[in-house]
């Protein structure tokens, strides 16, 4: 089965929290790897993806960690992201 990996690069503004990952990740870019797989049998190319995963700072200073993230938290967060930042009371 024919795979495809895609790359794209993130920025956050604030930082944010994502479901599955316990602890506050900051503000800045990060990178996004979308792995895809063709299906097959159809007269186009059609892919589907499989896993998307995102770099994040790990705990560890100067280390990175490649989390596991469902696609539709992370359109989230960055929605949530675009929003005008609240005062704090």
């Known amino acids: 089965m024919l795979t495809r990996t895609r790359e794209v690069t993130i920025s956050f503004t604030q930082p944010f929290l994502l479901k599955g990952v316990d602890r506050e990740l900051p503000a800045g870019d990060y990178r996004i790897v979308t792995d895809e797989e063709m299906i097959e ?8 993806r499989v896993a998307t995963m995102m770099m994040v700072p790990a705990r560890t200073r100067g280390s990175i960690e490649m989390l596991v993230v469902d696609p539709l938290e992370l359109e989230a967060a960055q929605a949530r992201d675009a929003l005008p930042a609240r005062p704090v009371s």
């Open 41 to 48: 049998g159809v007269s186009f190319p059609v892919f589907r």
